[in-house]
């Protein structure tokens, strides 16, 4: 431990190309790209799978198969296929982000509450339109909770990059147990935690903002399903609200 802090508490190891702050830019770098990928390729299959009902069980169950995928194989492969670059590590690092991801996305459509959907429909509203103003809306804890497990498996493998030369933290920890500075390689492997916790937290707050009040609370008292709808449109509002007429008003009325 002592060595961990000597690296990084030497000014040497914070300023220049090998430095620090240059590093996690390209920890990020590379994760932040492989997320990017993984959040295009697989929200929108989960959430057509999810709508449609269709192939849900060999789609995601197929896509839970790529969590079997040796990375560091993987990206071997993809050097040997296309050479050495940055594609085969966004890929390696992307195939793994897209499991949590499709899972989350297609768990999270088919648990949303068939009355509001059926109300939705009733209204008038086109299935593209129901997806989005209606389904991804209350699937976001789901979501938002896939992309914080996938984050996190990714910046943790993004490792992988400094074997075909790259840059990112994973370049402290194999280079550190390439020359036995094991100094070295124990702060790599700190600076990679740090960060990934560091990211987990950001998440977590930004999913505070983006998921709407009403789906946060639902572990409390039970709440009407007209007041976890959260779209704007105040005639699905009105379509399933339920009536205020009761045994009581009803016998006055008469």
Do not use: C
Not at 47 to 52: D, E, K, Q, R, S
Not at 57 to 85: D, M, Q, S, Y
Not at 171 to 187: F, M, T
Request: aromatic fraction near 4%.
């Amino acid at each position: 431990m002592n060595e961990v802090l000597e690296f990084l508490t030497d000014s040497y190891n914070w300023r220049g190309s090998g430095g620090i702050p240059t590093r996690l830019l390209q920890h990020l770098g590379y994760s932040g790209l492989a997320l990017l990928v993984a959040i295009v390729i697989a929200v929108p299959i989960g959430a057509w799978v999810g709508h449609t009902g269709r192939g849900g069980f060999l789609i995601v169950g197929g896509a839970n198969g790529l969590r079997a995928l040796p990375e560091l194989g993987l990206l071997t492969l993809l050097v040997l296929a296309v050479g050495i670059g940055l594609l085969p590590v966004v890929v390696a690092l992307a195939v793994l982000g897209i499991p949590p991801l499709l899972a989350g996305t297609y768990a999270g459509i088919r648990n949303v509450d068939r009355s509001v959907v059926d109300a939705a429909r009733g209204m008038g509203m086109r299935e593209s339109q129901v997806l989005v103003k209606v389904e991804l809306p209350n699937a976001l804890p789901l979501i938002m909770g896939g992309l914080r497990a996938a984050a996190l498996q990714v910046i943790a493998t993004a490792v992988v990059a400094a074997y075909v030369s790259f840059g990112g933290f994973g370049r402290y920890l194999i280079d550190g147990l390439k020359s036995g500075d094991n100094g070295k390689a124990v702060a790599g492997a700190v600076l990679i935690v740090v960060l990934a916790l560091v990211v987990e937290g950001v998440l977590a707050l930004a999913q505070r903002y983006v998921v709407s009040p009403g789906l946060r609370s639902r572990g409390g008292s039970r709440r009407s399903p007209v007041a976890e709808i959260p779209t704007t449109d105040s005639r699905l509002q009105a379509a399933v609200a339920p009536t205020d007429s009761t045994p009581d008003t009803v016998g006055a009325e008469r």
